[in-house]
């Protein structure tokens, strides 16, 4: 499948429908995803990434039907992790001597993978490639998301190529954002952001300042995954500016894994006490040990506070509550309130281990964490109740 985009550019990648995983087991795509290459025809023609490799045959086969590759004059690796670079070796056993466009660091990253002293040209922000009517500018774009990224401006036809950045894993046989459900791309984008792209929001901004400051047209942003913002594409970088400014709704989510109930029935007392301190608020509740972490994540980035709790197990917290919060710690919240709570029958540290990890992973933690002995009775209950309402006030 290939389609044009405009009449000079076919998007010639591929759209997995099945994948259900993305980096490996981490990221949950419940939508699929796509890895967008471009073909852009001029007196010189240029091809803007390729797939992931498990489509390497599939690409350079399909690639073949819509150009004669000896035509290719140019590649342009926009970043060198395996879903877009995956059918470079594929494709230069074709054409080996046709130049790559790519950052410095994305020399190391893709002759790091494929150990291949292909004829790489580094470019920096600034640099331009002629295409005839037309030029590439670059603009490196490190961190969003590997060291290695750049995008490419596309003259004339006011394209911005932005790989990583303003992409969703979501397939759609019309991939443009006018075709579209608006809430499931948004959904999409907005998990894409938290999951991927949060540890890098002063950079996301400092870029988007940059390249608004170019002052370039802009007729379309041609992301590396999902759906092209051809309708207003200005509306991705206006979101991305505000989910990079520490971004919060009117949010609560609270967190547990549970043995024998007692944390679920504290868990779903504390949010009785927040509904009845804050009838505005919306509270969410997750067992991150049933629930996709993904989807968590994407919560507690909507949030403006989360509760995490954990009975206590050996000292200290759950399996499960131990793998959301690494998450948690590594994607760097800001600005977001916290607390803990957990069940115990014996030594009962698990709060206490919850609280500590918040503190660690940036958050305002209330207090060092509530702990109800046993299996929670009306008193108990009550104690959750308070809680809940003290840390709604306390936000
Ligand atoms: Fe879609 Fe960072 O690769």
Redesign the pocket.
Known sequence: MSFEIKDTITWVGKIDWELRHFHGEEYSTRRGSS?NAYLVRDEKTVLIDTVWAPFAKEFVAKLKEEIDLNKIDYIVAL?G?V??SGALPELMREIPNTPIYCTANAVKSIKGQYHQDWDFRPVKTGDRLSLGARELIFIEAAML??PD?MMAYLTGDSILFS??AF?QHFASERPFNDAVDQSELYQEATKYYAN?LNPFSKLVDKKIKEILGLNLPLTMICP??GIIWRDNPLQIVEAYTKWAADYQENQITIIYDTMWNGTRRMAEAIADGIRQQDGTVTVKLYNSARSDKTEIIAEVFKSKGILVGSPTVNRGVLSSTAGIMEEIKGLSFKNKKAAAFGAYGWSGESAKVIAGMLRESGFAVMDDGLRELWSPDEQALDACVRYGREFAEKL
Do not use: M
């Open positions: 890895y970043h992790e879903d877009h998301h590997w990224n790989n990583d992409g991927i590396s995954h």
